[in-house]
């Protein structure tokens, strides 16, 4: 019999009420999601051990079932939340099908979510080309050789196909692959949550409207 996973138990009131005194927060409010998003990722960057631009993207395939998995984001800005994969992966696939998608950012350290949803669309092969050329060699070869979530018979292959890549580009600089390339998700939907004792947590929630946002609060 495999051990049970150590699933830690609800925080006892006790365990709350410690939190209260740290919690005493000005009530969450901002016009704007983009510059809320700037600035909790630049808190994110201070607190976070690692990768504070990391992101759990989710799609659906043909079949309508949801998939997910963590991507870094490269650039945000009014446009929208930008990431780069391999076009022929599942997410690349089920992304060009669907042309849907939602992010979540969850900072364990600051006890916050921003969850966003909208349509994704292709960045433009020069934004690409930027964002590449800004990538160690190692990991441009690396791009070359992945046939992302394809089956690898062997690590070995793999390893030999990046040494390929790696003679074929010589010194020089390794250009884009046709198959690597990024995404920007345009948000229609951003909530903004943050953690409160007792479980009464705060949503502060923006949905895209002709020239700007509304706004709006939820039950958490
Ligand atoms: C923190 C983190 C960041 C990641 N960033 C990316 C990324 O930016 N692009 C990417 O293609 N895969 C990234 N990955 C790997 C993906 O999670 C995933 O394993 C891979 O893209 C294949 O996903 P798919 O089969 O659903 O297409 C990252 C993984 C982790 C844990
Ligand atoms: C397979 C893969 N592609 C792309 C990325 C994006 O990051 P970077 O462009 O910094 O390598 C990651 C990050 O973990 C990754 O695992």
């Given at each position: 019999m495999s051990a049970k996973p150590p699933i830690p138990p609800s925080p006892t009131e006790d365990e709350y009420l410690k939190a209260v005194a740290s919690a005493d927060l000005p009530p969450l409010t901002a016009e704007d999601p983009v510059g809320l998003f700037a600035e909790w990722l630049a808190e994110a960057v201070k607190?976070?051990?690692?990768?504070?631009n990391a992101m759990a993207l989710a799609t659906v395939d043909a079949g309508g079932l949801p998939d997910v998995r963590m991507v870094l984001l490269k650039d945000a800005g009014p446009d929208g939340f930008v990431f780069y994969t391999n076009l022929g992966s599942a997410k690349g696939q089920q992304l060009a099908a669907s042309g849907k998608a939602a992010l979540l950012f969850h900072w364990k350290s600051l006890r916050r979510q921003v969850r966003v949803r909208g349509m994704v669309t292709p960045v433009s092969a020069e934004e690409a080309d930027a964002y590449w050329a800004t990538r160690a060699r190692p990991a441009q070869l690396g791009a070359w050789a992945s046939q992302q979530s394809q089956p690898l018979p062997d690590r070995l292959a793999f390893e030999k196909a990046i040494a390929a890549y790696g003679v074929k580009f010589g010194l020089g600089k390794a250009p884009r692959p046709p198959h690597w390339s990024g995404f920007r998700l345009t948000p229609s939907h951003i909530e903004f949550w943050r953690d409160r004792p007792f479980r009464l947590h705060e949503r502060l929630v923006f949905d895209a409207a002709p020239g700007g946002w509304t706004t709006s609060r939820l039950y958490p």
């Open positions: 607190s976070e051990v690692n990768d504070p």
